[in-house]
């Protein structure tokens, strides 16, 4: 069996090196992660700047390069230079530092990575912990990876795409993984207005992701609760509600 | 009535252009697009550079900015600077050199630019014509842009993010617009190895858009047959089918 692993904070990442170790216990384990952090990537590509590999090295059973670009550039250069063309029978993405939910997963590197595995027909499990930090502690989180990394293998099916977040709580206070949809959230953010010295005006994005959504049934407010949550992706964007809607509303 | 316009070829693309002169016929138009293409980009946004506006003049009821940053910064900037925190009525990207139909959606920054503006609740299309050239044609699908701004504006309603392409057909031979869903196709691609002077390997994407969906009601097959296709598109990713099969399935 043979497992790449991805994520978008960069291979040097702890949140990596968590989830090497868990997908270690099932596998050959093939890592190709950016050389740098990507975070707010999406599913960005690389196409007009050389992408680069470098084979950082091997530690039992698990190989490791590093990329220069995006989540997705390193899942497809993983597939056509690593595995000369061969799909991996997995794809794992993260343990990101810092929440997936809601619609964190537009702008997610980390379920890019796995929106790339799904669309070539690979089961894919992205997995994040809401804690921004490097010194984050992902031993609280390890056992739900290993229960979820189980249960997508064991499933046996191919049409898996799975975002999986874990709430920032101690060792043993995680009250169990929540089947449940994404929740509606906003970034409501400022744009802070800088100088450079030659006077000139420059931005940084800077905002609070702000839950919009009033269910109790919505990733975010599994994790408020304290609940691990693992929403199923579709990567058909397709509105069919819509759809059926414009056929009446709009005969063109 | 306030239009913002984007796109992901950036501000100097002629369907941008085209879109600009659609868009101007039904109101004040704000053009904030990148300073050159950032295609591929899907939705990245930057969080780690600096990101800069710059004002580029005015024409009759059209302001333009150009940003250094992807298209879902663009629009970013253009509802927090510009337009100092409103929103404007609507937003259209475009018009792409290039296909956007079925699974390019996802690596679309053209697509992206009008999700960011649905994400706010923003009615938003985005324009795509399937020819990457920078000579493309855009003058036989202009009456088409015009009809589907004015469907768009006409129907009063809020939640509209759609994706439309049209084929790369010459004057009076589009068909019509069929309402339809995303079809499913892959990049066959090849990573192109070279070596630079140190001899140091790097690599290219490259690759075909392979349609790999048999079905004759996506917007792949319409596209074929020459008729110009519209998709509603859905920003809540979550699989709600995987998700009741998967209640069934993993009682964690």
């Not at 099932?26 to 190709?32: K, S």
């Not at 450079?196 to 005006?201: A, E, T």
């Not at 931005?203 to 839950?211: A, K």
Request: glycine share 10%; charged share 25%.
């Amino acid at each position: 069996m043979k497992i790449l692993v991805v994520n978008d904070d960069g291979i040097f990442a702890p949140g990596i090196g968590h989830l090497v170790s868990v997908a270690a216990k099932f596998g050959e384990v093939l890592v190709v992660a950016p050389d740098a952090p990507r975070s707010g990537q999406s599913h960005a590509v690389t196409l007009t700047t050389p992408l680069r590999l470098q084979e950082k090295g091997t530690e039992g059973n698990v190989r490791y390069f590093s990329c220069n670009g995006t989540p997705a550039d390193c899942v497809k250069l993983a597939v056509k230079v690593v595995l000369q063309g061969k799909h991996p029978d997995y794809v794992f993405s993260g343990i990101n530092h810092g929440s997936n939910a809601a619609s964190n997963t537009i702008y997610s590197g980390t379920v890019a990575g796995v929106v790339e595995g799904a669309l070539s027909g690979v089961p894919s499990v992205a997995f994040s912990l809401l804690d921004h930090s490097m010194q984050a502690d992902f031993e609280p989180v390890l056992p739900f990876v290993e229960k979820i990394v189980r249960a997508c293998i064991g499933s046996g099916r191919r049409d898996i795409c799975w975002n999986v977040n874990f709430p920032c709580l101690p060792e043993g206070r995680i009250k169990g993984i929540k089947l449940c949809r994404l929740g509606e959230a906003l970034w409501a953010e400022d744009a802070v207005e800088r100088e450079d010295p030659s006077r000139r005006k420059y931005y940084w994005l800077e905002g609070d992701f702000v839950r919009t959504d009033k269910g109790e049934d919505c990733d975010l407010a599994y994790l408020e609760q304290g609940y691990a949550t693992l929403t199923p992706l579709k990567t058909d964007w397709t509105d069919y509600a819509a759809l059926e809607r414009l056929e009446q509303e709009f005969p063109f």
